[in-house]
């Protein structure tokens, strides 16, 4: 059985045997399935009226400690943005009333952004229908390929410096 990427990689072997396009079978299927994995999360998200970046900002806000509060850096950092994307993406939020920010008790200066009941309530219900989405497109994968292909991954993203802490 063959894929998109087969043919390319035969098209370049035959314009260019003096070249090792062999990186081209990972990087190019990597660059496929986020698409289409994208695609997939996409729908899952628009049926709660949501796009990927705000799913991203009520997730993080709702696995983060009680009562889920965050400074807008630890948004940033977290979601791996710019502080111009999160300041839109808040901007969005709770101009929907989905999040509310407040001056930090402890820093008159800080910013602590929260979930609304509003908020959470939805994220609650989003965040199971993402995930049957999630299982539906690894159901190809059996667990213990599914395992390897998390722990390949993991390391390609460790040799970045994608590292916790």
């Known amino acids: 059985m063959a894929d998109h990427v087969d043919s390319v990689l035969a098209q370049w072997a035959a314009q260019r045997p003096d070249l090792d396009v062999s ?3 990972v990087i190019g299927r990597l660059k496929r399935v986020s698409r289409l994995i994208d695609t997939e999360l996409g729908r899952t998200f628009a049926k709660h009226g949501l796009d990927a970046a705000s799913f991203d900002v009520l997730a993080t806000l709702r ?5 889920h509060r965050l400074t807008p850096t ?9 502080s111009g994307a999160v300041t839109q993406r808040l901007d969005r939020l709770e101009d929907r009333g ?4 407040s ?6 200066r800080g910013i602590l952004v929260a979930l609304t009941v509003e908020g959470r309530a939805l994220i609650d219900r ?4 993402h995930l049957d989405t999630e299982h539906r497109v690894l159901d190809a994968l ?3 390929e599914q395992a390897a292909l998390a722990d390949a991954l993991r390391v390609l993203l460790e040799s970045f410096g994608d590292r916790t802490g």
């Open 74 to 82: 630890e948004l940033m950092r977290t979601a791996m943005v710019t």
């Open 103 to 108: 001056r930090s008790e402890t820093d008159g």
């Open 63 to 67: 696995r983060s400690d009680p009562p």
């Open 98 to 101: 989905l999040i509310a920010r």
């Open 126 to 129: 989003a965040l199971p229908d």
């Open 23 to 25: 990186p081209m079978a």
């Open 142 to 144: 059996d667990p213990s």
